[in-house]
């Protein structure tokens, strides 16, 4: 009975006898395999390469932290593809930096306020290309007064689109075979793009205008342009109210 058992135990373990017994036989190739691996490992650590005067690899982080990079060739290397038009606005920005003899952290303030002025007003150009004169009106209307409104009262904003939209369609019909993909949003997706752009928040309330919405109007007036008449055809909403 207890042989039984000896020969049991031993055909369970016989695959890691087996492994066992091959990695014995050769492990002289293993041996060689693991030192390839090593000098190969090596060789690509050490490896470094140049550009513009200045080293990369492992040579490179010792020689930063000795003696480092000059100002000279970290200026070249940064502007290698860089336009001529953005290099001479860094010259007018440093002038005017050193003109208001700024420390470098008044510098650093200045230069963040200045790139979060700059995103906002890239992201407010974005939109601009986009919005609809009607989705512009939805924000005055929301803005003027100043209070949260419901998806059925901003409706109308949505209607007056739709209808311009059909009409627009209808007039290029004869000479555009793609005039139906025209005025197909709908009206979730007219309120999604306000949104999801950061233009008006919903709650369980309904919609207001956010700050970014403000700006927005703002921007508009900034950039010499009038603001839609935000007037709504009394039709319609005769029609929305029944």
Request: aromatic share 12%; charged share 20%.
């Amino acid at each position: 009975m207890e042989i039984d058992n000896f020969w049991a135990a031993i055909a369970s373990y016989r695959w890691v006898l087996f492994g066992l017994v091959v990695i014995w036989v050769l492990r002289q190739g293993f041996s060689l395999l693991l030192v390839s691996f090593a000098n190969l490992c090596n060789r690509i650590k050490s490896t470094t390469f140049e550009f513009i005067g200045m080293k990369f690899g492992a040579d490179a982080s010792s020689s930063l932290g000795s003696e480092g990079i000059n100002d000279e060739k970290f200026n070249v290397f940064l502007k290698a593809f860089q336009s001529p038009v953005i290099t001479t606005e860094e010259k007018t920005i440093r002038n005017q930096l050193a003109e208001a003899k700024c420390s470098d952290g008044q510098a650093i303030t200045v230069l963040i306020s200045q790139l979060a002025n700059r995103n906002v007003l890239t992201l407010l150009c974005l939109i601009d290309r986009s919005i609809y004169e009607e989705q512009i009106k939805l924000l005055l209307h929301l803005n003027t007064n100043n209070k949260t409104c419901t998806g059925d009262e901003l409706q109308q904003f949505y209607t007056l689109w739709y209808e311009k939209s059909i009409k627009f369609k209808e007039a290029i019909s004869a000479i555009d075979d793609k005039a139906s993909s025209y005025a197909n949003s709908t009206y979730e997706q007219f309120l999604g793009f306000l949104v999801t752009h950061g233009l008006i928040s919903q709650n369980i309330s309904g919609y207001s205008i956010t700050p970014l919405g403000k700006d927005y109007l703002s921007f508009i007036v900034r950039v010499g342009r009038q603001l839609p008449q935000n007037k709504v055809d009394e039709s319609i909403l005769k029609n929305d109210n029944g």
